[in-house]
């Protein structure tokens, strides 16, 4: 396996880690599951402070949400797929602006 594979492998479980840190952390705090539902009404700091939180976190929720809807009984290969290859893309997306922040704050 070449070194660029092994490194989008560690990008893309680094991005699955931090949004499963982000949303277990968020559930401890509020004693619910995070969702996109969580801006309320759209307005006010919360809102805006909602989107960070959902930029890092949304590949656990999508991952989430899809295993529950194949629990539920409804069995559709193509919304499965989507959803793992949307929250893959996602969670590679946000591994690698951690990576670099780290780097960027000499941490690495």
Known sequence: MSADAL????????????????ATGYQVFTARPASFNIFGDGTGVAAVA???????AAPFIIMR?????????????????????????WSVLSGKFVV???????LA
């Open 65 to 89: 949400n899809a295993i529950f809807v194949r629990r539920s009984g409804l069995d559709n290969f193509v919304t499965a797929m989507v959803a793992t290859v949307t929250a893959g893309l």
């Open 100 to 106: 670099a922040a780290v780097a960027m704050l000499g």
């Open 7 to 22: 490194h989008s492998i560690y990008v893309l479980l680094l991005g699955f880690s931090v949004a499963g840190a982000l």
């Open 50 to 56: 909602h989107v960070p939180f959902l930029v890092f």
